[in-house]
C-alpha cells in the first residue's frame, strides 16, 4: 500500500507509518522488520527513502539494526521520566508498577580525587565512599549505579539492604537533597557493564551523570547512573524565554 498521500517529505511519511504499524502490532517488539527491498516495495519508496527513515528511526531507538541480521523493533521504554523532575531511581521502578530491588556490589572508602575535591569543594585530607550497586526491576538488572558521598555525610548506621540514596541521607543524616546538575550522555558498549545489566551487543546506555545538593547548597551526593537505553527514557520540557 502506497503512503504517497500528502505533501511532506517522503521519509516523513515513512516513519509516521512505520511507528503506526509497530503501534497497531503490524510489527511487534522485537520482530525483524521485512528487508529493505521489500519493505520500500510493499511502502511504494526508493530503498533511498526507506534507509533514511530508517535511520532517523533508529536515532529515535524505534528499531535497531544488528549488522548482517536484519532490522528489528526495539523494546518500548519500561520507565519513561522528565530530567527536571529530580526523581529517584527507586521511585521510577515504584512508578511503572514493578518492584525495586538492588545487587550491592562493593563499598570502599578512599583519598578524594581531583575531581572530587573539586565537585565537594573539600580538602585532601577528606574521604570519600564510593558505593558500587545494580538497581533491578522485578528481579531484572536495569541500572548500574555509583555513588560518592563524603564520609563525614555518609551515615554510620548505612545498610545495604537501604535502596534509596535519598531516603538514607535524609532519614539517617538529616541531608535533604532539593537540587541536582545533571548531565545525560549516550554510550554504546561498555566492557564491564553491559554483561552486568544483560544488554545485548547492539543495546546502548544512558549515562546520567549527577551531583545533588541539600537545602544549604552543599553537594553531598555525586552519582554515575547506567540506565539500559531500552528500557528507560528522559524527556525534558523546555520552554521558550
Not at 515513512?14 to 511507528?19: F, N, Q
Not at 536495569?142 to 558521598?149: E, F, G, T
Not at 541521607?169 to 550522555?185: C, H, M
Amino acid at each position: 500500500m502506497s503512503i504517497k498521500s500528502d505533501n511532506r517529505h517522503l521519509y516523513l511519511q515513512v516513519i509516521d507509518r512505520l511507528k503506526q504499524d509497530i503501534e497497531d502490532g503490524v510489527y511487534k517488539e522485537k520482530e525483524k522488520l521485512p528487508s529493505e527491498f521489500d519493505l520500500a516495495k510493499h511502502l511504494g519508496v526508493s530503498r533511498a527513502t526507506l534507509r533514511e527513515a530508517l535511520r532517523i528511526l533508529e536515532e529515535e531507538n524505534v528499531i535497531i539494526r544488528r549488522h548482517g541480521v536484519g532490522t528489528f523493533v526495539n523494546a518500548k521504554p519500561l520507565f519513561t521520566s522528565g530530567i527536571e523532575n529530580l526523581n529517584s531511581v527507586t521511585n521510577m521502578i515504584k512508578q511503572a508498577g514493578m518492584k525495586p530491588g538492588t545487587i550491592f556490589l562493593s563499598s570502599t572508602t578512599q583519598g578524594p580525587t581531583e575531581e572530587d575535591i573539586r565537585r565537594f569543594t573539600c580538602s585532601h585530607n577528606e574521604d570519600i565512599v564510593v558505593i558500587e550497586r545494580v538497581r533491578t526491576a522485578n528481579g531484572e538488572p536495569v541500572v548500574y549505579c555509583i555513588d560518592k558521598v563524603p564520609e563525614h555525610i555518609m551515615p554510620k548506621t548505612f545498610s545495604h539492604d537501604e535502596e534509596s540514596f535519598f531516603n538514607i541521607l535524609e532519614e539517617e543524616s538529616n541531608r535533604r537533597i532539593t537540587y541536582a546538575v545533571a548531565q545525560i550522555e549516550p554510550l554504546g558498549y561498555h566492557e564491564k557493564i553491559s554483561p552486568i545489566l544483560e544488554c545485548e551487543p547492539e543495546t546502548a546506555l544512558l549515562v546520567l551523570k549527577q551531583m545533588h545538593f541539600d537545602e544549604t547548597d552543599e553537594p553531598i551526593l555525586f552519582s554515575v547512573n547506567y540506565f539500559k537505553a531500552d528500557k528507560f527514557s528522559f524527556q525534558v520540557l523546555r520552554k521558550r524565554v
